[in-house]
């Protein structure tokens, strides 16, 4: 017995919807990254039973790079918010809207 | 079989630590639904034979980039004061409109599992998405080998770029 990729993307699409939730009600600029990396993870579980569904690879091959890009996203994001912090002593981003246009 | 039960389970553990990172006041508390979010979806991942996947998951995700989360942490302190009484002007109306429409993609999506406009959705063939290191190496150095060598590019350039922010004096730019 086999559990339907319809399945696995509806739980992808709630993951996404959490994570999309904590992106817009939160203001740590850190939890805020964590949302952004829940909303990968949800992509991510598409991809992969988008590929099972299909029966192509490729799908496992475009996560893997994905992981990679949040990798690195995750390198600088976190650098930059240590720098924001070193400046300004705040990890809120209500504090940071000087530039805003 | 294994595959539902496991499906209920992993599906509750991930929501539920993604619902912990979102209400979490303490940080540490996020962090840890996300640890606990992150393994489900490696569980889930292996449930579709992604086990290449699932390995780099943990060892990447609940590996490296939670400990770096756990660090930027302890580097500027756990900020518990209350950040949900801030005014939001519109993004409470967003939220709900999105959260409507997403609700409705995943009925759909449950209701209508095997949809039509997936063209080749005939049941699923094991050794073809079986995702052995073997299998994801050949596709990887084959068709994708210069997007494989584009990430080692990017992640010096990731390296490079934390560095540089890292050695940020103030009155120096």
Known sequence: MIVEAGLYMALAAALFLVGAFGLLLRRNALVMFMCIELMLNAVNLTLISAGRALNDLSGQVAVFFILVVAAAEVVVGLAIIVAIFRRRATASVDDLSELRG | ?173
Do not use: C
């Open chain 2, 1 to 173: 079989m294994a595959e539902p039960i496991l499906f209920v389970l992993m599906a509750l553990g991930s929501l539920a630590g993604a619902v912990t990172v979102v209400a979490a006041r303490n940080p540490v508390y996020s962090a840890m639904g996300l640890l606990g979010t992150l393994f489900s979806v490696a569980v889930l991942y292996v449930l579709q034979l992604a086990h290449f996947v699932a390995a780099v998951q943990v060892i990447v995700y609940a590996g490296a980039v939670l400990t770096l989360f756990l660090f930027v942490i302890m580097l500027i302190g756990v900020d518990t004061s209350e950040d949900w009484d801030e005014k939001l002007p519109y993004q409470r109306a967003f939220v709900g409109g999105l959260a409507g429409l997403i609700a409705l993609f995943a009925g759909a999506l449950t209701l209508f599992g095997n949809f039509e406009w997936v063209p080749a959705a005939t049941g699923t063939n094991l050794d073809s998405t079986n995702g052995t290191i073997h299998a994801i190496a050949e596709l990887l150095f084959t068709d994708w080998v210069l997007a494989f060598e584009a990430t080692a590019l990017l992640l010096t350039i990731a390296a490079a770029g934390a560095i540089a922010l890292a050695h940020y004096r103030r009155g120096q730019t």
